[in-house]
């Protein structure tokens, strides 16, 4: 077995993440996440006939839908020709001709890429976050750091299986159509089927699994581990109300969510060798 060699990862991370700086990449997903975060944060209550910044709960519930939309949309674009790409430029094999592993390159694209993601995330919310604070309180602070941190997460989630798709793909068309069918599964058609389910198997049989369903859709465990711990607005998210309050560990959310980081890098290894 080779010894990975961290110099050739960092070299790769390190061209990735520049080369999203140089076409400013992440200052432009930046301002849409700053611009974004303040207008829902502002105008998320307009429907129960209020607007301005409020408690820190109706803010993050309000980012929480924004999040959920725009940040794996943006991690399947960043990652899908990741590897594809290189392949159909003809650079691959070059890349491949030096003294580097399959799993360093693919491992140091990931990392470039989630730098990348990752500063955009941070920069982005957080300034939001500064404006949003002054007017909340800083006693706030714990909890809108937390989501910044599951954001990320999100982000790295969907990112580990644009990598996937990078590597399956035979080519970029196919690689780009694959990740928007992803984007739409996950964040739109899963939690309508679950309710499908939900409501059709109503006391026909028992619904002890529906919790583990909710665990395999990284969206959904972003969406409770920033919503169940708030009272007041719990009720908005129907598929939240019946997860378990033993399950809602944050560690354990955490967990979870890190496997789905891990484990489609992990195919996506095993398929590129």
């Known amino acids: 077995m080779s010894v ?46 209020a607007v301005g910044f409020r408690s820190i709960d109706v803010t993050i519930a309000s980012l929480v839908s924004l999040v959920i939309y725009l940040v794996p949309l943006i991690a399947l674009i960043l990652g899908y020709d990741a590897i594809v790409g290189e392949r159909e430029h003809g650079s691959l094999e070059l890349l491949l001709s030096m003294p580097i592993t399959r799993f360093e390159l693919l491992l140091g694209k990931f990392l470039g890429l989630a730098g990348a993601l990752g500063v955009a995330t941070v920069a982005g919310f957080g300034l939001a976050g500064v404006l949003i604070l002054y007017q909340i309180g800083s006693n706030a602070l714990y909890h809108y750091g937390g989501f910044i941190v599951s954001a990320f997460l999100l982000g790295l989630a969907f990112l580990s299986m644009a990598m996937l798709v990078s590597v399956l793909a035979s080519d970029r068309m196919r690689a780009s159509g694959i990740a928007i069918a992803l ?66 560990n944050p ?20 398929r590129f060798k």
């Open 251 to 270: 560690w354990l959310l955490g967990g979870v969510m890190m496997f789905w980081i891990i484990a489609p890098l992990g195919v996506a290894t095993w």
């Open 4 to 49: 990975i060699e961290l110099r050739p990862i960092g070299i790769i991370a390190g061209k990735e993440f520049r080369d999203r700086l140089r076409n400013r990449w992440v200052l432009a997903v930046a301002c849409v996440f700053t611009a974004f975060a303040l207008a829902i944060a502002y105008f998320g209550s307009a429907q129960q006939g």
């Open 183 to 248: 984007w739409f599964f996950y964040v739109l058609i899963y939690d309508l089927l679950l309710l499908g389910l939900l409501v059709a198997g109503d006391g026909r049989f028992s619904m002890d699994f529906f919790p583990v369903l909710l665990l395999l859709n990284p969206a959904d465990i972003f969406r409770i581990l920033n919503i169940f711990g708030f009272d007041d607005v719990r009720q908005m998210y129907g598929l939240v109300t019946v997860f378990p309050e033993t399950l809602a």
